[in-house]
């Protein structure tokens, strides 16, 4: 048995050991934390800064194992990298057509991302290459991406005529396509921004409700041609060089949604979430959790690499249950499982709708949050798009994660005001896309133990 999160980790994330997490209720919780890089703009900067001229500088780079796996792929195709080294990562970017064909097979890890985006890109190259993934990722639909790819010209074929990974990929030609995504999805939209900039022409992409925008956001900045006029985004084939970058990675929202909601559940707890990116686009778990009646106080604190950022300071709140659907969903997808944990401390019911997407995730995440928080005495009914939740007390219990990074999370959320002690098994995902998350919570005084 091995004690003490702190020194095991970087070991773990090489090797991906398997990994209990116990974890004992505080009495209290306080202090200030430093949310690890943005997973969504680190995936992005990488790949972006492979496809311009010259050298990208990223600081403050998710070390996580999913944008690991994007800066693999990226050296794969014969991008220079340096790093990372202390969330420092250099790119030696020579252009959109500088891509090499990979000698072997692109490895996605368990990265949704870094499938859906790499082949945006793939689609437009004058190569063969074929991307993978761990089992989690071979079983999520891929068809969102390969059928309108197709549809610019691109070659891919996959496993379920190309809904399912591996894809193979024989680079193109691309013509542009006006296309409008059945469901709002960033990583869609993402890939087809990328494969646009390689179309002989205008690309049109509009969503029924605004996804996360660091692509659009990111490519303008390189100079792409790009114009976002309310749901709709149009990206002009590139003419002249990306421009390299110089980036800070702001915090990521939906690594600080954990200790949100920890800080406002916890008996007495306050909590300071330092340099947290406050893009609109991401920032519905804020306005849920304060129309549940949150104590949260944000201070702007500027644009950070065109990305809005501040400090948010969260503190011990007596929540009432709330609805949450519609144009909200895309904007705190990822955090609707630590959600259902606040849900589970509310007063009332709690009703999450319009997220079937839950269940296209690195695990179903709706059958799974309910099973997880179920064992620990959770009110939880899970529905065809979404949770019902009543407000009850939670109990310690022998929980998993099913190798689901931010289910693995949620369940220490909600440990943390168990009655005993709780058992995770499998906590070894959470690097994925939280490598400090035990550290961050000894940090604010939880007794945490690792097991091997
Ligand atoms: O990369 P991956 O595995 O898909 O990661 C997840 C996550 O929980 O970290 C989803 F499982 O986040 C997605 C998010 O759900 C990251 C993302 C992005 O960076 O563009 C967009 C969202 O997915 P989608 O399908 O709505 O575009």
Partial sequence: MTQGVITGSFERRIK???????????LSI??????????????RAAI???????????????EGADCLSTLKCLRDLGVVIEGPYDGQVIIRGKGLNSLKEPETVLDAGNSGTTMRLLSGVLAGQSFYSVITGDESLRSRPMGRVTKPLRSMGAKIWG????????LSIQGNSLTPIKYTLPVASAQVKSALLLAGLFANGETVITEPHRSRDHSERMLKAAGADITIEDKTVRIKGQEKPLKPLKMKIPGDISGAAFFLVAGCIVPRG???LKDVNLNPTRTGILEVLKAMGAQITVTPKGETSGE????????????QGTEVNGELIPRLIDEIPVL???ATQAKGKTIISDAAELKFKETDRISLVAKELIKM???????????LIKGSPLHGAVVDTHGDHRLGMTLAVAALVAKGVTVIRGAECINISYPNFAKDMERLGVEVREED
Avoid: W, Y
């Avoid at 972006?48 to 998710?62: K, M």
């Fill in 16 to 26: 991906n050991a398997k990994m209990n997490l116990i974890i004992r209720p505080p």
């Fill in 30 to 43: 306080k202090g200030t934390i430093d949310p690890p890089g943005d997973k969504s703009i680190s995936h």
């Fill in 48 to 62: 972006i800064g492979a496809l311009a001229e010259g050298e990208t500088r990223i600081d403050g780079f998710l």
């Fill in 159 to 166: 496993r379920l005529g190309g809904d399912l990974a591996p």
């Fill in 270 to 272: 306050i909590i300071l």
């Fill in 308 to 319: 809005p950022i501040g400090d948010i300071e969260v503190s011990c709140s007596n929540l």
């Fill in 340 to 342: 259902a944990v606040a």
């Fill in 377 to 387: 005495g959770a009110d939880i009914l899970p529905q065809p798009d979404g949770l």
